[in-house]
């Protein structure tokens, strides 16, 4: 059941950046992490302001690969702490794993085809045509 809509999305998608950016100032990790942390903020930026959506600037990538592009980058974020060494790290792997698993669940409950705002609801008392 895909419950997030577009315009909802698009606000998620800032937030995310902003919780990016300062995530390792409120966990309290430094170095690597944080340059990572850093640089995922500002590719996710990049992602949302190229999409083709209301919340987009450039608007040349689609919203279906906007999604894709998400689920990616959730699956890669759980597996970072260890595919870059940091995984003893408990704030930062943990921060990492949590933050993947979060992008996955606004994957799976974001409508990427946008088929909510299509779909026109039945009026309640309507009488079958």
């Known amino acids: 059941m895909r419950v997030i809509g577009i315009w909802s999305h698009g606000v998620i998608d800032y937030l995310m950046v902003i919780i990016l950016a300062i995530a390792p100032s409120v966990a309290g990790f ?3 992490q944080a340059t990572i942390c850093y640089v995922l903020a500002v590719l ?5 302001l190229v999409t083709r959506f209301p ?3 450039l608007k040349v ?3 279906t690969l906007h999604g894709s ?3 990616i980058v959730g699956v890669l974020v759980i597996i970072l702490p ?3 060494g940091f995984s003893a790290g408990v ?5 990492f794993v949590a933050i993947g698993v979060l992008i996955l669940i606004i994957w799976a409950l974001t409508d990427y085809r946008n088929i909510r705002h299509l779909q026109k609801p039945e009026r309640v008392g309507a009488r079958p045509l």
């Open 55 to 57: 919340f987009g600037v």
């Open 69 to 71: 592009v998400e689920f």
């Open 82 to 84: 260890w595919l870059a």
């Open 61 to 63: 990538l689609s919203f």
């Open 30 to 32: 430094t170095g690597r």
């Open 91 to 95: 704030n930062s792997r943990n921060f």
């Open 44 to 48: 996710h930026f990049l992602l949302t």
